[in-house]
C-alpha cells in the first residue's frame, strides 16, 4: 500500500472513530440524565423506576462500550499502533457477529416471539390498572396513536380483572374512537360507558403493528444495512492499516 493510501486511511479511520466516539457520549449522557434527573423523567414514572433505571445502565453502558471502542480506533489509527487497531477490529468483529445472530434467530423464532408478545400483552392487559406504570402508559400510547383496541380486538379487555369484577361498564380509555359519541376523551385508564357497546375501535393492534412494520420495512432494513456497512468498514480499514504497519514506534505517542 503506497504511502499516501496509508495516510488517507489512517485519517479516514480517525474521523470514522472520532464520530463513534462522539456517538457513543451522546448515549452515554442520555443514560445519565434518565438516572439522576430526579426532577421531571424519573419523577413522572417514579412508580416503574426500576424498569427505567434498567435502561439508564443499559444506555450508560451501549455509550461507555462506545467511547472505549472510538478512543481505541483514534489512537490506534493516527499513532498506528497495531494492538489498538486488532482489539478495535476484534470489538467490530464481535459486535457484527452478535447482530447478525440475533438477526437470525429474530426471523427463525418470528411466530415464537409473537405468541410470547401475545403472552406478555394479554398478562399486562389482565392485570391493567391505569396506575401510570410505564408498561400501561406505553400501551395506552399505543391504542391512542395507532387507532386501535387489545392484542386482536376489543375482546380482550373482557379478561381485565377490574372490568371483570366491576358493577360498571368499562372499557379501556385510550381504546376510544373519537368518532363515536361517548363520554370525555382520556389519556388512558379505564371509562365508563352507558351505550349497548363501549365507544372503541375494532381493530387489534396486533394487525396495525404489523402493517406499520411492513409501511417501514425498507427503512428498517436500510438503517441495519447502512449499519453492518459502516461497521464492515471499519473492520476493513482497520486491517488495511493494521497490515501497512511494518514495525511499531511508540515514541509518537505522546507521554504525559
Known amino acids: 500500500m503506497g504511502k499516501g493510501c496509508i495516510t488517507v486511511t ?4 480517525f474521523l470514522f472513530n472520532l464520530l463513534f466516539f462522539i456517538f457513543g457520549a451522546l448515549i452515554m449522557s442520555f443514560g445519565l440524565w434518565i438516572l439522576l434527573d430526579s426532577q421531571s423523567f424519573i419523577a413522572v414514572l417514579q412508580e416503574s423506576s426500576h424498569t427505567v433505571n434498567v435502561a439508564s445502565y443499559i444506555l450508560i453502558g451501549v455509550g461507555s462500550l462506545s467511547m472505549a471502542m472510538g478512543f481505541f480506533g483514534c489512537i490506534g489509527a493516527i499513532y498506528e499502533i497495531r494492538c489498538l487497531l486488532g482489539l478495535y477490529f476484534t470489538c467490530l468483529l464481535l ?19 409473537k405468541h410470547e408478545m401475545s403472552n406478555i400483552i394479554r398478562g399486562m392487559m389482565i392485570n391493567y390498572t391505569g396506575q401510570n406504570r410505564t408498561t400501561e402508559q406505553t400501551w395506552d400510547y ?9 392484542w386482536t380486538g376489543p375482546g380482550n379487555w373482557s379478561e381485565n380483572l377490574l372490568i371483570k369484577n366491576s358493577t360498571q361498564k368499562l372499557y379501556s380509555c385510550s381504546c376510544r374512537n373519537e ?19 363501549p365507544p372503541v375501535h375494532e381493530t387489534g393492534c396486533v394487525s396495525r403493528v404489523e402493517k ?5 420495512y ?3 432494513l436500510g438503517i441495519c444495512v447502512g449499519v453492518a456497512v459502516v461497521e464492515l468498514l471499519g473492520m ?3 486491517m488495511c492499516l493494521c497490515k501497512s504497519v511494518v514495525q511499531e514506534d511508540y515514541t509518537k505517542v ?3
Open 236 to 238: 476493513i480499514l482497520s
Open 254 to 256: 505522546p507521554k504525559y
Open 142 to 150: 399505543i391504542q391512542k396513536t395507532m387507532k386501535c383496541c387489545g
Open 95 to 113: 459486535i457484527f457477529i452478535a447482530q447478525v445472530t440475533a438477526g437470525v434467530l429474530i426471523y427463525f423464532q418470528r411466530d415464537r416471539l
Open 179 to 197: 368518532s363515536m359519541p361517548g363520554p370525555e376523551l382520556r389519556e388512558g385508564g379505564l371509562c365508563e360507558y352507558m351505550s349497548a357497546e
Open 10 to 13: 489512517k485519517y479516514f479511520l
Open 212 to 216: 406499520w412494520l411492513l409501511d417501514n
Open 218 to 220: 425498507a427503512v428498517i
